[in-house]
């Protein structure tokens, strides 16, 4: 049926849950990253379909210190593609490594290119999943 008074869903790492709520019975819904390792929270005015094909896009700048790293996840159907772009100062493009992880396994190392900027160079990758 339904659920009636308080609610608490706990989400484990790489975990994510599509939960339906009516605005007469719901008077708010809050997130907590307890972990602070980063949550997402997405509405939806309709339920959306596992097989609908849209388009969207995610802008992540990311300022990484030395010897340190940073990233982030996506979840993907089958068949989506990523396009990524990296830019750095080509004094120090030798020592930037990134890494594209495909599920547990695949991974792939990309190679820099030269960009329009005689300063820098950039990494840029398109791939299919």
Same mark, same amino acid.
Do not use: C
């Given at each position: 049926?339904?659920?009636?008074?308080?609610?608490?869903?706990?989400l484990?790492?790489?975990?994510?849950r599509?939960?339906?709520?009516?605005?007469?019975?719901v008077?708010r819904?809050?997130?907590?990253?307890?972990?602070?390792?980063?949550?997402? &929270?997405?509405?939806?005015h309709?339920?959306?379909?596992l097989?609908?094909?849209t388009n969207?896009s995610?802008v992540?700048?990311?300022?990484?210190a030395?010897?340190? !790293?940073?990233?982030?996840?996506?979840?993907?159907?089958?068949?989506?593609?990523i396009?990524? !772009?990296?830019e750095?100062?080509?004094?120090?493009?030798?020592?930037?490594?990134?890494?594209?992880?495909?599920?547990?396994?695949?991974?792939?190392? &990309? &190679?820099?290119?030269?960009?329009?900027?005689?300063?820098a160079?950039?990494?840029? !990758?398109?791939?299919?999943?």
């Open positions: 049926m339904g659920i009636s008074g308080d609610s608490r869903m706990v484990g790492p790489s975990s994510s599509l939960m339906q709520a009516s605005s007469v019975f008077d819904v809050e997130v907590r990253d307890e972990d602070k390792k980063g949550v997402l &929270l997405h509405e939806f309709e339920k959306p379909e097989s609908f094909e969207w995610v992540d700048y990311m300022i990484v030395s010897y340190s !790293r940073k990233g982030f996840s996506l979840w993907l159907n089958k068949g989506s593609k396009r990524m !772009r990296w750095a100062r080509a004094s120090i493009l030798n020592q930037l490594e990134v890494v594209m992880i495909k599920g547990e396994r695949k991974y792939e190392n &990309l &190679l820099p290119n030269q960009t329009s900027s005689p300063d160079l950039s990494l840029e !990758r398109t791939s299919e999943w």
